[in-house]
T-cell receptor
Framework: GQQVMQIPQYQHVQEGEDFTTYCNSS?????IQWYKQRPGGHPVFLIQ?????EVKKQKRLTFQFGEAKKNSSLHITATQTTDVGTYFC???????????FGDGTTLTVKP | NAGVTQTPKFQVLKTGQSMTLQCAQD?????MSWYRQDPGMGLRLIHY???????DQGEVPNGYNVSRSTTEDFPLRLLSAAPSQTSVYFC???????????FGPGTRLTVT
């Protein structure tokens, strides 16, 4: 089945530093979504990327979809303590009608 | 709208016991699914449903049953609980034409 690799597994940063998590697939993706899960909470949808090379921004968050639609990244500029949590990518397969989640990157921010 | 609701929030079972985790959504979503999340891991799909009366297996279906008699409800049944089923269980729903999923608050299950 479809596999999605996400790196790094953990990232510890000082408040104000930047953060990036990467998501890679061996197959071409229909689209990719990003979710955030706060400690003790449930995943919450952030964004969906559909087009090759697409870049979307949400305030300090920048999301990119690779040209080959096999990889994606989430970049946070100048992290804040409110950014703490686990960030998941989820690859959606149109054929299968379901999403495969990466293992997530857990971000901790030291004030 | 309440969104996606799950009960109970916490549950402790003994090995061999059975129970049902409840999930309901009030958004008229066609698609519902169950995931389990183990420490340090992502969400693994257990079962899913594309509409009332239709269910299918995900990545890790063994030991679990589901049914979908209404659009709103999608219960997950553990037939004979095992310690390996200790996990956090999330129910999610979405519209058929969308890949954006809405997650419930989760059920934290411990099997001793």
């Amino acid at each position: 089945g479809q596999q999605v690799m996400q790196i790094p597994q953990y990232q510890h940063v000082q408040e104000g530093e930047d953060f990036t998590t990467y998501c890679n697939s061996s197959t071409t993706l229909s689209n990719i979504q990003w979710y955030k899960q706060r400690p003790g909470g449930h995943p919450v949808f952030l964004i969906q990327l559909v087009k090759s090379g697409e870049v979307k921004k949400q305030k300090r968050l920048t999301f990119q979809f690779g040209e080959a639609k096999k990889n994606s990244s989430l970049h946070i500029t100048a992290t804040q303590t409110t950014d703490v949590g686990t960030y998941f990518c989820a690859a959606y397969s149109t054929n299968a009608g379901k999403s495969t989640f990466g293992d997530g990157t857990t971000l901790t921010v030291k004030p | 709208n309440a969104g996606v609701t799950q009960t109970p929030k916490f549950q402790v079972l003994k090995t061999g016991q059975s129970m049902t985790l409840q999930c309901a959504q009030d958004m008229n979503h066609e698609y519902m699914s169950w995931y389990r999340q183990d420490p340090g891991m992502g969400l693994r799909l257990i079962h899913y449903s594309v509409g009332a009366g239709i269910t299918d297996q995900g990545e890790v279906p063994n030991g679990y049953n589901v049914s979908r008699s209404t659009t709103e409800d999608f219960p997950l049944r553990l037939l004979s609980a095992a310690p390996s089923q200790t996990s956090v269980y999330f129910c999610a729903s979405r519209y058929q034409g969308s890949s954006e999923q809405y997650f419930g608050p989760g059920t934290r299950l411990t099997v001793t």
